[in-house]
């Protein structure tokens, strides 16, 4: 197809004319398509449920261990658990700490328990004039929230399909006392589905912070969520390698079962090195006598072990797959070589992540929510919810059914031509 | 029985010999008791067994109002929990946040944002030269343990059988700007089993802080907690007490299932103002996409209403009485009259508390762990460990068998003779 940009202004007025057409057609069909966030559809939720038959009221409720999950303690987790978690990690159970429903609220614990108290006898971070955050961009809003909520600086850090930059990674983090903490999403990144590459991750295993209470946030979501038996991506074990660089203490870990088993009940945990655990526990112990062992009692019996994680999420990427090629498809099918934007196409996740025309994101966002379909905002991908480039729109396949998906993206990509048009006439 | 003051010292060494005798026999009895801690016995954790069989992988999944309990979302929890939680407490549910499953939780959140965040909208308190908080005395230790790790100077104000010392909190709150709350125990208090009067209450809602920011922690841990069905303990409901009294934001009121369902796996609440809770979700919506609603759905198909928890409580009480009686039948055999000691005997909740002879309380506890039985540290009941007079003990009856009770209640009876004794001779 040729490219709007060497079209005429004549053809793009007729084109732009007959794409409206089409748009009044969607408008008038009353759609409400989700497309906003990574929630889970109904029958992934569905695929969860024989969780609920591991326990009964005749089921033996003593762990592995002897310990009654129905009563107080294990402020750690439980030990099957933590093997769970582990195994998802990829790291030694004895480095896990098994918590609640969330691991969002992990990292917020994390970054809040660092200003209140400080990170292994460190200043806490209320006393310091500034707390700064890398923040590779695009990234995931809710990390960009947790460090707004605090007041800490976020210092945008260009991603690349192999990571963040690393280059202004390592010069950021050595020269600059006040950067205390990056957010990654290791594998499948959110929104683009890059997985960080093994240099990447030695990088950052090596890296020098000028501060001794810097820590990586490594947020691995989507650890275990291909989309493809014969294509899935692999990240080094940052645990390992930040140990191997002389750093062991450098990471915090996070992962959960959100997106496994389901979104607002699984079990969620963080992998730290053993001092680093110590310190989060003497908070812990303030906190809480003990996180709901019924509940990873549960995932623990349901789910047994690495195995048992692979043969679900085997399942899991047979619902997910055909939505994110319709995705793909489609916008091949629709935009490829229109000079109108890209997108990336990846192994796993939750997203698929699209680069519009500079200036466009915003008016795109807002011309498909007008035909009744509602992504995310644009902007949201960026601390502080400012894209500089106006540029990029985070689409989550998960929610929406296949055929939803197709109208979806048909629409998307209708509102992208109408848009991208816009611009050009105006450049004309 | 003659008080042991009124005996001669020699007396006393006779009856130290016969005592010395028989704690020897304990001794080589190999006891293990625990009477540390509020923990529920194994009867009372099977007894919410059938909670288990209230969602298996045919269940419908969505509450009352259509919200799949598996999917993100609902942030201050579900319609039908709520309901149960306000149930509990006496209030209205759209006062209500349901959360996940300890209230302890909850009120560390409190605390841990007002110290960064503050209380809607004034000075956060990490900012501030000093914040000070009421603690009516002898106490919850977990509650003393959360202002002492912010930093929150802590003021001993005495309890008696109707609530704290009213005169002294109103002049303390009226007085003094840094302090910035009290922690109470309204309902059959931890550990004396002491119910707020009505005027205690009243008292409370019409309090004139110096501080805006001034907030009551009323933590309705035993609100449904009785032990008999014709002697309950009812006390105000302090929200609408506030309200009336021009004080509406004056409150958070803090409940749980854990000691109804499961202590590890219960669900938990706060109930406060409008103008609150608007502000707890401003920072919860930062922490957490939604608390565990599987759990929350689970407790209010199971339990349905007031009525069905009150018919709960009532088994829960019939496996609590025997153990307070026990130990109330037995101290009053064993110690009435002696004069080296006084007791409460509660209408519900889940401690008694002993006072000894003033500087006996360390030695007693000691003397009881060297015989196999764990008791709450003597000074845990007040904040920083610190018993002034040396003399309360906290006995927590739930998690041993009424037998296991009956040898415990022994073993401290004679131990509180003992150290009684030397104490009395020293002196003669």
């Known amino acids: 197809m040729k490219a709007y940009e060497e079209r005429s202004k004549e053809e793009l007025l007729a084109l732009k004319a007959e794409l409206e057409a089409a748009y009044e057609e969607f408008k008038g069909k009353g759609l409400k398509l989700d497309m906003s966030r990574g929630k889970p559809g109904v029958s992934q939720l569905d695929m969860g449920m024989p969780l609920l038959d591991t326990l009964n009221s005749s089921s033996d409720m003593k762990t592995m261990d002897g310990v009654d999950v129905r009563n107080y303690g294990s402020l750690e987790g439980i030990t099957e658990a933590k093997h769970l978690m582990a195994d998802m990690m990829g790291v030694d159970p004895e480095n896990v700490i098994v918590c609640g429903n969330a691991s969002l609220t992990i990292m917020f614990d994390s970054v809040c328990r660092s200003f209140t108290h400080g990170v292994l006898g460190n200043t806490p971070w209320y006393k310091l004039d500034k707390v700064k955050f890398l923040c590779p961009v695009p990234g995931y809003d809710r990390h960009f929230a947790i460090t707004k909520h605090f007041g800490i600086e976020m210092i945008n850090v ?79 074990d940052i645990l390992s390698e930040c140990e191997k660089a002389g750093n062991p203490d450098m990471v915090y870990e996070f992962c959960s079962t959100s997106k496994v088993s389901f979104s607002g009940a699984g079990i969620a945990a963080v992998a730290t090195s053993k001092a680093n655990m110590e310190d989060i526990r003497k908070s812990l112990a303030i906190q809480t006598i003990g996180y709901n062992k019924v509940n990873q009692l549960q995932h623990a019996r349901y789910f047994k072990d690495y195995n048992g994680l692979k043969a679900h999420m085997k399942k899991h990427a047979d619902l997910m797959r055909p939505k994110f090629e319709t995705v793909l498809n489609i916008l091949d099918e629709e935009l490829e070589g229109l000079g109108v934007g890209t997108w990336t196409k990846p192994n796993g996740g939750y997203f698929i992540s699209f680069d519009s025309l500079e200036g466009c994101a915003k008016a795109i966002v807002a011309k498909c929510k007008e035909a009744g379909m509602v992504l995310t905002g644009a902007g949201a991908t960026f601390p502080y919810g400012i894209d500089p480039h106006d540029s990029n729109i985070r689409i989550a396949p998960s929610f929406p059914t296949p055929e939803e998906m197709a109208q979806a993206t048909r629409l998307f990509a209708l509102c992208v031509k109408l848009v991208s048009i816009d611009k050009l006439l105006e450049e004309k």
Chains 1, 2 share one sequence.
């Not at 205390?180 to 990088?203: A, L």
């Not at 493809?228 to 990240?235: A, L």
């Open 158 to 236: 260009p991603m690349t399909p192999q990571g963040p930059d690393m280059d202004l990674v390592e010069r950021l983090v050595s020269e600059d006392e006040a950067v205390k903490g990056i957010w990654c999403v290791p594998k499948y990144s959110n929104p683009q589905g890059y997985s960080y590459s093994d240099e990447t991750v030695r990088r950052f295993a090596a890296l020098k912070p000028a501060a001794k209470d810097f820590r990586i946030y490594w947020d691995n979501a989507y650890a275990i969520h291909h989309l493809y038996e014969d294509r899935q991506d692999e990240i080094l």
